[in-house]
């Protein structure tokens, strides 16, 4: 079992930033692929980005590619998502989630932590 535990969101402004962080516990962090997917009210869940158990290969989805990047510290058991430029579209719970490779579908990965909401005024 891995144990996922997000961190970060909040209120922001549009324009601004936010750094999320997702804290792993339980079988060792580096075997997994790490991945961020968000929920908007009403829609369904998305793909945001995806890092490999290394972190040497790292992929987002069209809408947030050049202002979102995502980064590991196997260290640190951590995963972590800087979001710049934020838009009022960015607004969501952010879900992490581990999994053993990098997959754009959630259905890619066993573990999921409780999310962190963004919310971003316009």
């Known amino acids: 079992q891995v144990q996922l535990v997000e961190s970060g969101g909040g209120l922001v402004q549009a324009g601004g930033s936010l750094r999320l962080s997702c804290a792993a516990s339980g079988r060792p962090f580096s075997r997994y692929a790490m991945g961020w997917f968000r929920q908007a009210p009403g829609k369904e869940r998305e793909f945001v980005a995806a890092?490999?158990?290394?972190?040497?290969?790292?992929n987002y989805a069209d809408s947030v590619k050049g202002r979102f990047l995502i980064s590991r510290d196997n260290a640190k058991n951590t995963v972590y998502l800087q979001m710049n430029s934020l838009t009022a579209e960015d607004t969501a719970v952010y879900y992490c989630?581990?999994?053993?490779?990098?997959?754009?579908?959630?259905?890619?990965?066993?573990?999921w932590g409780q999310g962190t909401q963004v919310t971003v005024s316009s």
């Open positions: 890092i490999s158990w290394g972190g040497g290969s790292a």
């Open positions: 989630a581990a999994g053993p490779r990098q997959s754009y579908s959630g259905v890619g990965y066993d573990y």
